[in-house]
T-cell receptor
Framework: KNEVEQSPQNLTAQEGEFITINCSYS?????LHWLQQHPGGGIVSLFM???GKKKHGRLIATINIQEKHSSLHITASHPRDSAVYIC???????????FGTGTRLTIIP | DTAVSQTPKYLVTQMGNDKSIKCEQN?????MYWYKQDSKKFLKIMFS???????INETVPNRFSPKSPDKAHLNLHINSLELGDSAVYFC????????????FGPGTRLTVT
């Protein structure tokens, strides 16, 4: 069983829709990242969370440590948001990121 | 057995020096990456190689030069180091270009004084 599970694995939505991507993990973590991977493979960091909620533009990330769950929300989605979204986590004292399978998001104009 | 290894783990050097960081993966993967993690722990891709060929080269100063002698190795050479180069550098590999599951190395903490 993966230590990180994301859902859904694939998501297609219309432009303007509110998007939620979920991430559940099964081990203790020190921080969780939300990354965006574009078709060329390059990865951009969106957020790093260890508690609470963070907002950047149209993106909001939340984490509940007790429930071992994090969500990424995109408001007013746009075709340029089409990418794969990944939520790797850091273990305590270990800088290695553990990745799940990611969520492929497609926003249709 | 370590899947993705980097050497050295820590590197302290003075401005103006030239240094290299080595990365090796024993997973048989075709694609390798170099990422820079800044002080806020954000990851930013620098380079990606697939079967020894450069496929991603983000806006990185040309003082940074990746070298891939074979598909199991991707080394990062940095010329004329600057204070702003201080960061943790991660090497990663994956089976295919853009595949989600990237295996990361332990990172190299570079400090430029």
């Amino acid at each position: 069983k993966n230590e990180v599970e994301q859902s859904p694995q694939n998501l297609t939505a219309q432009e303007g829709e509110f998007i939620t991507i979920n991430c559940s993990y099964s081990v203790g973590i020190s921080a969780l990242h939300w990354l965006q991977q574009h078709p060329g493979g390059g990865i951009v960091s969106l957020f790093m969370l260890s508690s609470g909620k963070k907002k950047h533009g149209r993106l909001i990330a939340t984490i509940n440590i007790q429930e071992k769950h994090s969500s990424l929300h995109i408001t007013a989605s746009h075709p340029r948001d089409s990418a794969v979204y990944i939520c790797p986590f850091e273990n305590f004292g270990n800088e290695k990121l553990t990745f799940g399978t990611g969520t492929r998001l497609t926003i249709i104009p | 057995d370590t899947a993705v290894s980097q050497t050295p783990k820590y590197l302290v050097t003075q401005m103006g020096n030239d240094k290299s960081i080595k990365c090796e993966q024993n997973l048989g993967h075709d694609t390798m990456y170099w990422y820079k993690q800044d002080s806020k722990k954000f990851l930013k891709i620098m380079f990606s190689y697939n079967n020894k060929e450069l496929i991603i080269n983000e806006t990185v100063p040309n003082r940074f030069s990746p070298k891939s002698p074979d598909k199991a190795h991707l080394n990062l050479h940095i010329n004329s180091l600057e204070l702003g180069d201080s960061a943790v550098y991660f090497c990663a590999s994956s089976q295919q270009t853009g595949i989600l599951e990237q295996y990361f190395g332990p990172g190299t903490r570079l400090t430029v004084t």
